[in-house]
C-alpha cells in the first residue's frame, strides 16, 4: 500500500525525466561543441596578417607564401579524409580537443620559423591538426539532434565558424596595432583561447545519448540501421560514401565556394592592408574594412541553412546558389571601390555573407544524404574535397599578384569561383 503524499514513479515519470535530461544534453553538446569551434579558426585564419611581416623580415615573395597558405589547406584537407572517419569510430568529443592542443603547438613552431622551409612543414602540419576539428563536431552533434533540426543546428555551428573568423581577423590586428608586437606573436597569443575552448567543450559534453542511456534523434534513421554500423570497418564507411555519386556534385559545388571564401580570408589584408596600413592616410581606417569580412560571414552562415529549411522546404541547392550568384555580383562590384571608403565596408560584409553562406547547407546535406552513422566519414571526404580545391587557388592568386602589382585581381577571381560553385550547385537537387 502507498502511503498518502508519496510519489509513484512510473513509465510517464521515467519518460519525463529521460526528456529533461535529453533536451539538457543535446543543447549542451551544442552550444559546447559550438564554443570550442568558436575559438579554432584563431589557429588557421591569421596567416594573412602575418604576410607583410614575414616578406619584410625574410624577405619571401607572395608566391612563396601563397603556397605556405596552400600547404596547409591541402594538409587539412587530408586530414580531413582520414579525421571524420576516426571521428565516427573513436568519437568527435576526443578528437577535436587533441586537435586543438596539437595546433596550440604548430602555432608556436610556426612562429619561431626562419625561412620558407621551416614556416611551410609548421604550417602545413597545423593544417592537419586543424582537421581533427570539424568533420569529428559535426558526427557530435548529429549524436544529438535529428534532421528537422538540422538546418538549424547547422547553421549555428557553422555561424559559430563564421565568428571565429572575426577573432582571426580581430587578434591580430591587437596584436600588431595595439600591442605593437611583431608577425610572430599572432601565432602565439591568438590561440590561446584555442585551447580554453577546447578545455571547456571536453569538460561539459558528452559523445552521444546512448552514452546516457538515451535513445537517438526520434526523426533519425532506425535504430536498427544504427546497429548494423556499429562494427562496420573504416574500409566499409569510405566505400559507402564514395560510392554515392552526390558527393562529387556536392564537392564540386563546395569546393569552388571554398576557394572563394579562402581566396578572400587570406588576401583580403593584404589588398586592404599592406605592409604599410599604419601610416597608410584613409577616411576609413582599412583595418575597419578588412574586419567587416568576417563578420559578414559568421551571418551569412548563420542563415543560409534555416533558410533552406524555411524557405526551401529542406531543400539545400536552391539557398547555396541564390547566395553563390549574389556573392558574385558584389565581388565584381567591389573592384572598383577605393580602398579608405565606406562602401568597402558594406560590400566586403555583403561579400563574406553571400560567400562563406552556403557553408552550413553544404554540412547539413552530409546526414541528410548519409545518415548520422556516416556523417563523419562523409563531412571528412567532403571537406577533403573543398580545401583540395582551395589550395590550388592560393600560389595562383599570390603569382598574379607578384606579376601584376595588382592586388585587387582577387576580386574578378572570386566572381568566377561563386559562379562555378552556383552551377555545380544544380547538380545536387537536394
Not at 612563396?64 to 568527435?92: P, T
Not at 574586419?291 to 531543400?315: E, H, K, Q, Y
Request: with cysteine; proline share 4%.
Amino acid at each position: 500500500m502507498v502511503e498518502t503524499g508519496q510519489a509513484v514513479a512510473g513509465p510517464f515519470t521515467a519518460s519525463a525525466d529521460s526528456e529533461a535530461l535529453y533536451r539538457r544534453y543535446k543543447w549542451t553538446a551544442l552550444l559546447g561543441v559550438s564554443f570550442c569551434y568558436l575559438f579554432y579558426y584563431t589557429g588557421r585564419q591569421t596567416f594573412g596578417f602575418a604576410i607583410p611581416g614575414i616578406q619584410k623580415e625574410l624577405g619571401l615573395s607572395k608566391e612563396m607564401l601563397g603556397w605556405v597558405s596552400a600547404a596547409m589547406l591541402w594538409a587539412y584537407a587530408v586530414g580531413q579524409s582520414i579525421n571524420g572517419n576516426l571521428g565516427d569510430k573513436f568519437g568527435g568529443r576526443t578528437m577535436m580537443f587533441t586537435g586543438a592542443v596539437l595546433s596550440f603547438a604548430a602555432n608556436w613552431a610556426t612562429s619561431f620559423g626562419t625561412g620558407f622551409v621551416s614556416i611551410l612543414l609548421a604550417w602545413g602540419l597545423n593544417g592537419y591538426f586543424q582537421s581533427m576539428g570539424f568533420a569529428p563536431g559535426s558526427r557530435l552533434l548529429s549524436n544529438w539532434w535529428g534532421h528537422k533540426n538540422r538546418g538549424f543546428v547547422y547553421s549555428f555551428y557553422v555561424g559559430m565558424s563564421g565568428f571565429s573568423s572575426v577573432l582571426a581577423y580581430f587578434l591580430p590586428i591587437v596584436i600588431l596595432g595595439s600591442f605593437g608586437l611583431d608577425w610572430r606573436w599572432i601565432f602565439r597569443l591568438s590561440v590561446v583561447l584555442m585551447l580554453f575552448g577546447a578545455i571547456v567543450m571536453f569538460v561539459t559534453v558528452r559523445e552521444k545519448p546512448e552514452d546516457l542511456g538515451l535513445s537517438h534523434p526520434a526523426d533519425d534513421r532506425s535504430a536498427d540501421e544504427e546497429a548494423e554500423g556499429a562494427d562496420e570497418s573504416s574500409a566499409a564507411r569510405y566505400h559507402s560514401v564514395l560510392s554515392n555519386w552526390r558527393l562529387y556534385a556536392t564537392g564540386l559545388s563546395i569546393g569552388f565556394q571554398n576557394a572563394a571564401r579562402y581566396a578572400l580570408l587570406v588576401w583580403i589584408p593584404v589588398h586592404f592592408l599592406g605592409p604599410n596600413w599604419k601610416s597608410a592616410s584613409a577616411a576609413i581606417d582599412p583595418v575597419w574594412i578588412t574586419v567587416a569580412l568576417p563578420i559578414g560571414m559568421a551571418l551569412g552562415a548563420s542563415t543560409n541553412s534555416w533558410m533552406s529549411d524555411v524557405v526551401f522546404g529542406a531543400r539545400r541547392y536552391p539557398a547555396i546558389i541564390s547566395y553563390m550568384i549574389l556573392a558574385a555580383v558584389i565581388a565584381i562590384a567591389m573592384g572598383f571601390v577605393p580602398h579608405g571608403s565606406l562602401l568597402g565596408i558594406f560590400g566586403l560584409f555583403l561579400c563574406g555573407f553571400f560567400v562563406f553562406g552556403p557553408a552550413s547547407s553544404f554540412w547539413a546535406l552530409c546526414p541528410d544524404i548519409f545518415g548520422r552513422r556516416l556523417s563523419g566519414t562523409a563531412t571528412g571526404v567532403l571537406n577533403f574535397i573543398s580545401y583540395a580545391c582551395a589550395g590550388l587557388g592560393e600560389p595562383l592568386i599570390g603569382r598574379f599578384m607578384d606579376h601584376t602589382g595588382d592586388t585587387s585581381v582577387i576580386f574578378p577571381v572570386v566572381a568566377a569561383l561563386c559562379i562555378g560553385s552556383a552551377f555545380s550547385a544544380l547538380l545536387i537537387r537536394r
